[in-house]
């Protein structure tokens, strides 16, 4: 299995601009979360999916912020508009009976 | 609240040192992770732990479930094992919570 897979690597984009991330799971693992990483505030869960229903979305900052989950392989968080202060390294991770495996991060960068 | 604690948050050892990095949490959980993250690298989960100890070449996981508290070892450490080391729990919930997370430094 190669892994959670996320895409890009790296985003630079200009402020105002519409940021979207990509994830995909790990095949039969059943949750799947995105979490956003600052020097400031570490690792924050943005939201989680189980069985690809959004579970908890406390942690998503403000409207700018959406993620969907339209089937059990892929997932993506959207920005729009992007601000400088989402600049950050954004990981995906899924999950089965407490196993837990993230992603390489998308770190975004917003100018 | 559910709370998890690391200490140090910083550890500086000379190379070939033994190192532990200690992980305590408020109630009971379901299970704790180890993880590690080199800088401006990825998270990578070394253990999964719900009781006992594992082991893992030279790295060392164990958790005492009643004392609420973990601790991961690293025998003769090496410079390729600096990097952020993170405890993080779930509380019996999908969720997992994160410690602050140790920042270790081995010096050649």
């Known amino acids: 299995d190669a892994g959670v897979i996320q895409s890009p690597r790296h985003e630079v984009t200009e402020m105002g601009q519409e940021v979207t991330l990509r994830c995909k799971p790990i095949?039969?693992?059943?949750?799947l979360f995105w979490y956003r990483q600052t020097m400031m505030r570490g690792l924050e869960l943005l939201i989680y999916f189980n069985n690809n229903v959004p579970i908890d979305d406390s942690g998503m900052p403000e409207d700018r912020f959406s993620a969907k989950m339209p089937n059990a392989s892929f997932s993506t968080l959207k920005i729009q508009p992007s601000e400088p202060r989402d600049s950050a390294v954004y990981f995906c991770?899924?999950?089965?009976?407490?196993?837990?495996?993230f992603g390489s991060g998308t770190r975004l960068t917003v100018v | 609240k559910n709370e998890v604690e690391q200490s140090p948050q910083n550890l500086t050892a000379q190379e070939g040192e033994f190192i532990t990095i200690n992980c305590s949490y408020s109630v009971g959980i379901s299970a704790l992770h180890w993880l590690q993250q080199h800088p401006g690298g990825g998270i990578v989960s070394l253990f999964m732990?719900?009781?006992g100890k594992k082991k893992h070449g030279r790295l060392i996981a164990t958790i005492n479930i009643q004392e609420k508290h973990s601790s991961l070892h690293i025998t003769a450490s090496h410079p390729r094992d600096s990097a952020v080391y993170i405890c993080a729990v779930y509380f019996g919930n999908e969720k997992l919570t994160f410690g602050t997370g140790t920042r270790l430094t081995i010096i050649p």
């Open positions: 991770a899924s999950s089965y009976n407490s196993a837990y495996t």
């Open positions: 095949s039969g693992h059943n949750s």
């Open positions: 732990l719900s009781s």
